[in-house]
T-cell receptor
Framework: GQQVMQIPQYQHVQEGEDFTTYCNSS?????IQWYKQRPGGHPVFLIQ?????EVKKQKRLTFQFGEAKKNSSLHITATQTTDVGTYFC?????????????FGTGTRLTIIP | DAGVIQSPRHEVTEMGQEVTLRCKPI?????LFWYRQTMMRGLELLIY????????DSGMPEDRFSAKMPNASFSTLKIQPSEPRDSAVYFC?????????????FGNGTRLTVT
């Protein structure tokens, strides 16, 4: 079945440093979504990417979808304490019969003030 | 907008007891999902419904788990009998569309502890 892996599993950064998490799928995706889960909270939708090579920005967050539509990344510039949480990618399979959304393993970001 | 509403927020029960988790999706959303989250296994899709019909229940661990959606505004996830390994946070989510092509809106979750 479809697998979606994220690296790193954990990331500790000094406040103000940049942060990147990478998402890799075992199969081609039709789209990819990113979610953020604060400690003790629930996943909250951030963005969806659909096109090959697509890049989208939300303030200090930059999201990218790979050319082959099998990988994606989230980059945060100049992290702040409010960025703390676990970031999940979720990919939808592109092949018939494999269209369900599969969540990645997540990257937990902690910020050192 | 009330969002997805789950109850209870916390449930502590003894092994062997029946547990029922409840979910009210966002009005107008036609897809509903049940996820389980643990440290070891992450976010796992248990089952999802589209227009109240179960579409994919391949993630349901075993026969002890069952889910229903009798109407567009209510769903339940039942575990009977419960076991300690069922301890986890259970999330319900809803979305427009058939699932995977529009954002999921998650409820606050039910933290289940089975002793």
């Amino acid at each position: 079945g479809q697998q979606v892996m994220q690296i790193p599993q954990y990331q500790h950064v000094q406040e103000g440093e940049d942060f990147t998490t990478y998402c890799n799928s075992s199969t081609t995706l039709s789209n990819i979504q990113w979610y953020k889960q604060r400690p003790g909270g629930h996943p909250v939708f951030l963005i969806q990417l659909v096109k090959s090579g697509e890049v989208k920005k939300q303030k200090r967050l930059t999201f990218q979808f790979g050319e082959a539509k099998k990988n994606s990344s989230l980059h945060i510039t100049a992290t702040q304490t409010t960025d703390v949480g676990t970031y999940f990618c979720a990919g939808r399979g592109a092949n018939f019969g494999n269209e369900k959304l599969t969540f990645g393993t997540g990257t937990r970001l902690t910020i050192i003030p | 907008d009330a969002g997805v509403i789950q109850s209870p927020r916390h449930e502590v029960t003894e092994m062997g007891q029946e547990v029922t988790l409840r979910c009210k999706p966002i009005s107008g959303h036609n897809s509903l999902f049940w996820y389980r989250q643990t440290m070891m296994r992450g976010l796992e899709l248990l089952i999802y419904f589209n227009n109240n019909v179960p579409i994919d229940d391949s993630g349901m661990p075993e026969d002890r788990f069952s889910a229903k959606m009798p109407n567009a505004s209510f769903s339940t996830l039942k575990i009977q009998p419960s076991e300690p390994r069922d301890s986890a946070v259970y999330f319900c989510a809803s979305s427009l569309g058939t699932g995977g092509d529009s954002p999921l809106h998650f409820g606050n979750g039910t933290r289940l502890t089975v002793t």
